[in-house]
């Protein structure tokens, strides 16, 4: 074989290797991208679901106060 059939082949072979790892990386990124709206929906869902725990601070907050008048009352009182 003279020296640009073996390039030739050598080429091809290493075209359709690329092509070969390439296109299953592709397709995966298809499936990626068509996930992507149902994905988008979960996590807004998520949001709104846990957006109430942001005030979890403030009940927090008014229990220590309320727990705290009460034990004034119950030693106001002798208990």
Excluded: C, F, Y
């Amino acid at each position: 074989m003279s020296g640009w059939v073996l390039g030739l082949i050598i080429g091809i072979v290493v075209v359709v290797a690329v092509v070969a790892l390439v296109t299953p990386i592709i397709l995966l990124a298809r499936r990626i991208a068509n996930q992507t709206p149902r994905i988008d929906a979960a996590l807004r869902k998520a949001e709104t679901n846990t957006a109430p725990l942001a005030a979890l601070t403030t009940t927090i907050d008014h229990a220590e106060t309320i727990v705290a008048g009460l034990a004034r009352g119950r030693a106001r009182l002798g208990g």
